[in-house]
């Protein structure tokens, strides 16, 4: 594994259409994390994986929003009728449990909604 | 809940002298926190982390920071900064139940030749 895959690495949409990112973890990393960062901030958490199970989903995270991690490997990230405040990096992170494990992000997905 | 707040949106200094990014935090309990940095269009790079122990914690690139119970801070810090460790940097802490994390908003370092 050379780390956390994030596909695509930009994606520009029409307000309005679905879009769908993928991550793949590092394989030996159980929990997946979804992040969002808009210019400026700091990344927001958005839900995260423990394998296949989806245990915390953010408040940021509308109805709109949904993720899937089907057999706890990859896992997707989609967002239904766009809207432009959609508009910002989204950053996956794999990890093992413990803090002494490593924490590894992905280069992060760039949404624009035009 | 938890939180780590930054409070200086940017930081300038001259290439060969000391930095300091400061942090400061908000959490019940121990702290678990760490300092990512972020270069343009990519992902973030961990640099270093305190979890217990020597409140001097020593990273990558020459980083090093400071764990200040007292005045509940975790300041980044190089002794001499270089032009490429222009970048914009982030304080965090982790969650011990979910191993989240939250971060604060964010540094730019610009260092000057």
């Known amino acids: 594994d050379t780390g956390v895959s994030q596909d695509p690495r930009h994606k520009i949409t029409k307000r309005g259409q679905n879009v769908t990112f993928r991550c793949d973890p590092i394989s030996e990393h159980n929990r997946l994390y979804w992040y969002r960062q808009t210019l400026g901030q700091g990344p927001e958490f958005l839900t995260y994986f423990q394998n296949e199970a989806q245990l915390e989903k953010s408040r940021l995270l509308s109805d709109r929003f949904s993720a899937e991690r089907p057999k706890g490997s990859f896992s997707t990230l989609e967002i239904q009728r766009t809207e432009q405040g959609d508009s910002a990096m989204y950053l996956c992170?794999?990890?093992?449990?413990?803090?002494?494990?490593?924490?590894?992000f992905g280069s992060g997905t760039r949404l624009t909604v035009v | 809940a938890q939180s780590v707040a930054q409070p200086e949106d940017q930081v300038n200094v001259a290439e060969g002298n000391p930095l300091t990014v400061k942090c400061t935090y908000s959490?019940?309990?121990?702290?678990?926190l760490f300092w990512y940095v972020q270069y343009p269009n990519r992902g973030l790079q961990f640099l270093l982390k305190y979890i217990t122990g020597d409140n001097l914690v020593k990273g990558s690139y020459g980083f090093e920071a400071e764990f200040n119970k007292s005045q509940t801070s975790f300041h980044l810090k190089k002794p001499s900064a270089l032009v490429s460790d222009s970048a914009l940097y982030f304080c965090?802490?982790?969650?011990?139940?979910?191993?989240?994390?939250?971060f604060g908003t964010g540094t730019r370092l610009q260092v000057f030749p």
């Open positions: 992170a794999s990890s093992i449990p413990g803090v002494n494990y490593g924490y590894t």
């Open positions: 959490v019940s309990g121990n702290p678990y």
């Open positions: 965090a802490v982790r969650d011990k139940r979910t191993d989240k994390l939250i």
